[in-house]
């Protein structure tokens, strides 16, 4: 199989090998250094393919999805910096709040660069530039349990096999406390909140940055992040 890489417009074509030794040092590259974001991101795209072209495939058939193909929003500076003007209680003013607590800009991402077609590289961008969006919606941290838990909804949504090494390379970097804490407190919510939620790759979230924020958790059937159990608490999972 010939594999297309996109590298600001233009494209050549790689072989089957070629795409699988990206993959590989790719793997290999993000266990040793994980806060390689260029390197999670080659290898979301060269073990992603099934999974972007059912997510594809999906948004073609919801009304909101193919408006999103149809318009290929970018979620950067330009596009929407009026967040940061909205009333407190909206959703794009949360988004605002959760970027500008860590300093985060959302031209940070790293462009696509291992996709055959051009839209599959917008499905592709699509999910690396909402990832911040649902950050917010969950209300998790941005920190190694935080980004574990999200990579677990993001299995749940997308299949994506990048999700899953990153749970694994996740969880096999946490103490022994931390571990006790994800799969006794935030495994068995983020399983729940994946499955619960919508379709989120077929979300226009852009469209709805004025609409108030728990409005739109429970339109798209979000349930937030539990905060962390008291000690010596009982262990409980939103129903």
Not at 17 to 37: E, K, N, T
């Amino acid at each position: 199989m010939n594999w297309v890489v996109m590298i600001r417009g233009s494209r050549f074509r790689l072989k089957g090998w070629q795409q699988a030794a990206v993959a590989v040092g790719s793997a290999v590259g993000a266990l040793l250094d994980p806060r390689r974001a260029d390197l999670i991101a080659a290898l979301g795209e060269t073990t992603g393919k099934p999974a972007f072209d059912r997510v594809l495939e999906r948004m073609k058939k919801s009304p909101e999805g193919r408006e999103i193909l149809l318009e290929r929003p970018r979620v950067i500076s330009t596009n929407v910096g009026h967040a940061w003007d909205l009333p407190d209680n909206t959703f794009g003013a949360a988004y605002a709040r959760f970027m500008g607590s860590r300093n985060f800009s959302p031209d940070d991402r790293p462009p696509v660069r291992f996709m055959e077609t051009e839209e599959l590289a917008y499905v592709a961008m699509r999910a690396r530039e909402v990832h911040d969006f649902w950050h917010t919606l969950f209300d998790l941290p941005t920190n190694l349990i935080g980004e574990t838990a999200l990579k677990v909804i993001e299995f749940e949504q997308m299949l994506l096999p990048m999700c899953l090494m990153s749970v694994l390379g996740g969880t096999a970097r946490f103490s022994d406390k931390q571990r006790s804490l994800f799969y006794q407190h935030y495994f068995p919510w983020a399983l729940k909140a994946g499955a619960h939620s919508t379709d989120l790759m077929c979300v226009y979230y852009e469209k709805h940055f004025h609409e108030d924020l728990e409005d739109v958790r429970r339109k798209w059937g979000i349930i937030p992040a539990p905060p962390p159990p008291r000690p010596n608490a009982t262990i409980a999972v939103p129903l």
